[in-house]
């Protein structure tokens, strides 16, 4: 069975059929694998019209040759008259005029030219053109070509006679990669196959390669997850169907460009050291060689990620060397242009620890505050732990960022190192002491102190004066000393400005003293500004999660039910990104339970007393968040959920904060991690809750666990 009988293509199929009779011109133009040939057959055989066929040959650059095959195409439907036969003996010069013409008017319904793009820049190609423009209503002639290259079609285009479908048409949908992949027999769930059509960008082909790499396979779902361009199905198809026709140069190009996320003419000309690069992007994009343009205006592309992943893999089998020296070029490139992120990229990329440390030193906070620090981990991840948290520098700015990446047990690592070496200088010692405040491992006394140390270092106006005001504030009002943390959430708010994400942080505490002081207006002042600080990529970070729970609650004084439910729906996701913070997650979840207990929502209310609980038993001391866990169950109308385990099947307070992370894909030894316990530990609460919950799998667990509430 072939990959055209496993999968109809009904939906583009129904897009073909459908177009106009007055419309002679259909083009299917897409890079390789993306079925254009598979679609056309489908639609032939699935349509009651008559369909001529012919696929284009390299010698039918020769008009006289194509125009005889177009025509013994034809009489395969009905015959060809003499005359037009003897028409196609004219000189080249002619054929337009009369052949062309008399092919026209016998042509059928459907007269399908594939693989036109072998014809490109010839005399053949023309003809081709001449014959659509030549057809009478009622006949389409379909093309499938790689590329448009030589088809000059604006003509018809904007005569409204040409339907062109491109990529986007025939990229299989959710329910056509989820058939292929089960259809050459390789079993996987929903989930796996919807995941791996996404990564593929819905390219058949690719998608195609991949399944049958994974079938038979015991551990086919977990693989399905790691399946790379650089896997033997798929790196021989590039290899023989897109770069064994380039020449070694335009290979060489492509292979050492792979290592650019975004390719333009200038970097790619600085990195490769070589001229003309956007002329050449510019024809690789119009000859659809997997690369799209990104943005057309400034001339930048990307290649296909699959492409782009063989690229990379056959660069380091050619040239092991290269790699390193591409990157560190880019990473120059990328730093003159003041472009941080992928400058850090590229440092890290190259394994150069020097620059890395430079860069994040510089950047780091202004990357967080873009809203940049997942990217930024991604790349400390390439540098690798050791190069990290060897240097204390690094260590002390990495902590943050793997902290704002949501990524509790690399920045509670950073720190560790950062913590057992000795700092260089008085503002590396500040640096170490703010990221244990933030990471607060000492609980809410801890916090306080390492905040004031941090604090002797910080003038107004210096990078990180801002972000350790705030951390002073915070750990102020959890010791309940409330005139002084508003104090300083005021300093730091008027920075807002120039370093938005702590200012948003301090703005948020200014409306929540507001609401509890019950001054509405300013609370809803103070959390609008505080809203307007954060940009799209700042908003998911764990320290924008007080300004959406102060924002609902505006929302539910107000009487905005939608926007009160947009904002818990933001504030859950924040909270996720929030775990490197527990002083913040026990905050921001006691803030939860008390604006959805005031909205009726007692079940939400009480799983998110569970959260907070959760959280302040990660703190060695708790200041006032203690009391106003206290205040809160009293008010949720039972005893103290941290010692009775009412309602909870019996689970106590560390079974529950395992089942919490049951649901995610952290192993035992991650879930150790994130909750600083022994693996051991750990294994035993683990097997406690299957008990308890009378499951016999993790799975089981999760669904016992969401059926008694007890999980979201």
Same mark, same amino acid.
């Given at each position: 069975m072939t990959r055209g009988e496993l999968v109809p293509r009904r939906r583009l199929i129904t897009d073909l059929a459908a177009v106009r009779d007055d419309v002679p011109l259909i083009l299917l133009v897409a890079p390789p694998g993306y079925g254009k040939s598979i679609a056309l057959r489908q639609w032939a055989a699935r349509d009651q019209r008559s369909f001529a066929w012919v696929t284009a040959e390299p010698a039918d650059r020769d008009p006289h040759r194509l125009l005889r095959r177009i025509a013994r195409a034809i009489g395969e439907i009905h015959p060809v008259e003499p005359a037009t036969w003897r028409s196609l003996s004219a000189p080249a010069s002619e054929l337009a005029g009369e052949a062309v013409p008399r092919l026209a008017a016998t042509a059928?319904?459907?007269?399908? !030219?594939?693989?036109?793009?072998?014809?490109?820049?010839?005399?053949?190609?023309?003809?081709?053109?001449?014959?659509?423009?030549?057809?009478?209503?009622?006949?389409?002639?379909? !093309?499938?070509?790689?590329?448009?290259?030589?088809?000059?079609?604006?003509?018809?285009?904007?005569? /409204?006679?040409?339907?062109?479908?491109?990529?986007?048409?025939?990229?299989?949908?959710?329910?056509?990669? !989820?058939?292929? !992949?089960?259809?050459? /027999?390789?079993?996987?769930?929903?989930?796996?196959?919807?995941?791996?059509?996404?990564?593929?960008?819905?390219?058949?082909?690719?998608v195609y390669l991949a399944a049958l790499s994974l079938r038979g396979r015991s551990d086919a779902v977990r693989a399905a997850g790691q399946v790379t361009g650089a896997d033997a199905y798929l790196s021989e198809y590039f290899r023989e169907v897109v770069l064994a026709a380039e020449p070694a140069d335009t290979v060489r190009f492509l292979l050492r460009s792979a290592t650019l996320d975004t390719l333009s003419g200038g970097v790619c000309d600085a990195v490769l050291r070589r001229h003309g690069s956007g002329q050449l992007l510019a024809g690789l994009a119009v000859r659809n060689l997997f690369v799209a343009p990104i943005h057309p205006a400034s001339r930048s592309y990307r290649y296909h990620p699959v492409f782009r992943e063989m690229l990379l893999a056959e660069l380091r089998r050619r040239e092991p060397a290269a790699e390193p020296a591409l990157h560190r070029r880019a990473a120059t490139w990328f730093e003159r242009r003041d472009q941080a992120e992928p400058a850090v990229r590229h440092a890290a990329a190259a394994g150069d620890t020097r620059a890395t440390t430079r860069l994040v030193l510089r950047h780091g906070r202004g990357l967080i505050n873009e809203g940049r620090a997942g990217p930024v981990a991604d790349a400390l991840d390439g540098l690798g732990r050791g190069a990290v948290e060897q240097d204390v520098r690094l260590a002390a700015r990495a902590g943050w960022v793997y902290a704002f990446a949501g990524r509790t047990l690399q920045a509670g690592a950073c720190l560790t190192a950062a913590t057992g070496q000795a700092a260089p200088d008085a503002k590396t010692a500040a640096a170490v002491e703010r990221l244990r405040a933030a990471l607060a491992p000492g609980g809410v006394d801890g916090m306080l102190g390492s905040a004031r140390r941090a604090a002797r270092a910080e003038r107004p106006g210096s990078p990180w004066y801002a972000t350790t005001m705030v951390l002073l504030g915070v750990a102020e009002g959890f010791t309940g000393n409330t005139v002084l943390a508003t104090a300083r959430?005021?300093?730091?708010?008027?920075?807002?400005?120039?370093?938005?994400?702590?200012?948003?942080?301090?703005?948020?505490?200014?409306?929540?003293?507001?609401?509890?002081?019950?001054?509405?207006?300013?609370?809803?002042?103070?959390?609008?500004?505080?809203?307007?600080?954060?940009?799209?990529?700042?908003?998911?970070?764990?320290?924008?999660?007080?300004?959406?729970?102060?924002?609902?609650?505006?929302?539910?004084?107000? /009487?905005?039910?939608?926007?009160?439910?947009?904002?818990?729906?933001?504030?859950?996701?924040?909270?996720?990104?929030?775990?490197?913070?527990?002083?913040?997650?026990?905050?921001?979840?006691?803030?939860?339970?008390?604006?959805?207990?005031?909205?009726?929502?007692?079940?939400?209310?009480?799983?998110?007393?569970?959260?907070?609980?959760?959280?302040?038993?990660?703190?060695?001391?708790?200041?006032?968040?203690?009391?106003?866990?206290?205040?809160?169950?009293?008010?949720?109308?039972?005893?103290?959920?941290?010692?009775?385990?009412? /309602?909870t099947a019996g689970l106590t307070a560390a079974e529950q904060r395992v089942l919490l992370l049951l649901p995610t894909h952290l192993t035992l030894n991650q879930i150790a991690g994130e909750l600083r316990l022994s693996r051991n530990t750990v294994k035993t609460q683990v097997a406690a809750v299957y008990r308890k919950l009378s499951a016999s799998t993790r799975a089981a667990a999760v669904v016992q666990g969401r059926e008694l509430g007890l999980l979201d």
């Open positions: 059928p319904e459907v007269l399908v !030219i594939d693989d036109v793009h072998l014809l490109r820049g010839t005399p053949g190609q023309q003809l081709v053109l001449a014959l659509a423009e030549s057809l009478p209503t009622g006949s389409h002639l379909a !093309i499938g070509a790689r590329s448009r290259l030589g088809l000059p079609v604006g003509g018809l285009r904007s005569q /409204g006679r040409c339907a062109e479908f491109g990529p986007s048409d025939l990229r299989l949908s959710r329910a056509e990669a !989820i058939n292929l !992949i089960r259809a050459t /027999g390789t079993a996987l769930p929903a989930e796996q196959a919807l995941g791996l059509n996404r990564r593929f960008e819905g390219w058949p082909a690719g959430f005021a300093r730091a708010a008027r920075t807002g400005a120039e370093y938005p994400v702590p200012a948003a942080l301090a703005l948020a505490g200014l409306a929540w003293h507001a609401a509890d002081q019950h001054d509405c207006a300013a609370s809803a002042a103070y959390a609008e500004e505080s809203a307007a600080l954060l940009g799209p990529g700042s908003r998911t970070y764990g320290w924008a999660v007080m300004t959406h729970l102060v924002r609902a609650r505006v929302a539910l004084e107000t /009487g905005d039910a939608t926007a009160f439910r947009l904002l818990l729906g933001e504030a859950a996701e924040a909270m996720e990104q929030a775990r490197p913070f527990p002083w913040l997650v026990a905050a921001a979840s006691l803030r939860l339970s008390r604006v959805t207990l005031d909205a009726g929502d007692h079940t939400a209310a009480s799983k998110a007393a569970v959260r907070a609980r959760l959280a302040l038993d990660q703190l060695t001391t708790t200041g006032v968040l203690a009391e106003r866990y206290r205040a809160l169950t009293a008010d949720l109308g039972r005893e103290s959920a941290a010692d009775t385990g009412a /309602g």
